[in-house]
């Protein structure tokens, strides 16, 4: 992961080439989801402290698919910023159909 990505356009080809393990990819779309679930219930219930959770949710459900599974180095390392907006392309992009759950 030497190269310097100058744009997210460049960088999401990469980000889906370190995704290529299914269970990965389904880690990552469950941490996602999980996310999503938790700040609704947040919204709802008013208990803000619960967000703490949330790096422990997303990163730990992904990481486990790097390590265990694609046996990777999650580029959130190298490139936090393209990483984090990579993650919830994907999730759309399996959410439609575009890449495979």
Sequence with gaps: MSKMYKNFKSFYPFYLTQHTNITCRRLHFIGSALIIFLFMYVVISG???????????????????????????????TYPIYSLMGDWVMFKDILIGKIKF
């Design 47 to 77: 208990r803000f402290k619960l967000l703490f959770l949330s790096p422990f949710i997303g990163y730990g459900f992904a990481w486990v698919g790097h390590f265990v599974f694609e046996k990777n180095r999650p580029a959130t390392f």
